[in-house]
Structure formats: C-alpha cells, structure tokens
C-alpha cells in the first residue's frame, strides 16, 4: 500500500462546477498536509498549506483535513479554466521527508 | 512569496556527457534542499535531500555518484547528472524549505539523446 493515495483522474468539469481533490494516506505521523498546482512543464506551486486537522480557506480554494480518518480533500468553487492543472497532495511528519501523491489532472472546460 | 529558481529549465546533451542543474533560493537562506525526478504522468520522487556544509542524503535506489549533489551555501544547491544515458531523461525539479513550506523551483527538462 503506498503511504499516499490520489486518483490520478482525469477530472474534466465545465466552468463554474465545484470541484473536490481527494488523498488519503497511510502513516498517522504526518502533520503538514499540503496541496501544490502543477502546470504543465513547470514545477509545482504551493496553493494551500494546513497543519494538523481543520479547514482552511483561501479565495476559491478550501482545504479540508481529517486526521482520524486519514482523509484530504481541496475543494475549488467557481473553477476556471486556469484552473486547469495537475494537482499533487502532499505531507509529511515533523522530519524532512515529504510524501506526494500522484497527482489529479483537472481540466476545466469553458 | 519566497522564489526558487532552477537554472537551466531545458536541456539536451549527449550520451555519455554530464549536466549541471542549479537550485537557488533567492530570498531566503536554505540550509536543506531537495532534489526531485518526474517521469511523465508520474508524481514526484525525491531522489536526494542536500544539505549545505555536508553529504548529501540519497534515497535508495539513487546512485550517488551518476548524480553528484553540492550545496556549497545556503543558497545554492547543484545536481550534477554525470555520464547521462538516455533513460535519465526526465523533468528535474529542486525544492527549499522556508521554515515549514516548501518551495519548488521551475523545474529542469533534461533530455539525454
């Protein structure tokens, strides 16, 4: 089983729709859950960061984190087209090391 | 936000030859950086975590010396992919830590032909 799980998509919703990205992980050891958006041939981009368990709300952007069930989800309201990108979950413990997920591939279509 | 840069952000060499790839930060002292492989339509792996002052840490599977890692200071961190085949060809992304976030430089296309 690996440490982090995300359904690789790909997720194809019409401009406007709400869109949920899920992960779900393995090693309760991990505090710092976070979500980076990756276009295509660049590098990823820090969207949302989240310590420990609770939601966290950024413009469009919500990021919701269930410890006791090893559960992540970012949410995206009115989604755009620039939205359209890879989205990487990602976590780690109080060490250095950083677990991703594969990565969900959103295309939001006018 | 804090920047990362990552310098070349494409590149194509021959078999056999080697490539360096920087990683600075440049608004912050990093004391750690990361090194990442990505194969198309994968997620990133962590091939090495590079420290400044001493050795770099390799993930298993990782051999050390195809790919040399220098962090010479605290804002500059190398990746030396030597003797480069063809199936090293990936896209290269760095990254540095600013307290507890993570910030990713643009990333490296190396094709090996």
Redesign the interface.
Known sequence: QKEVEQDPGPLSVPEGAIVSLNCTYSNSAFQYFMWYRQYSRKGPELLMYTYSSGNKEDGRFTAQVDKSSKYISLFIRDSQPSDSATYLCAMRGGNNDMRFGAGTRLTVKP | ?AV?S?HPSWVICKSGTSVKIECRSLDFQAT?M?WYRQFP????M?MA?SNEGSKATYEQGVEKDKFLINHASLTLSTLTVTSAHPEDSS?Y?CSA?RE????????T?LTVV
């Open positions: 936000g990362v990552q750690t990361f339509k994968q997620s990133l962590l975590t896209f992304i830590r507890t976030e993570a910030f990713f430089g643009q990333g296309r």
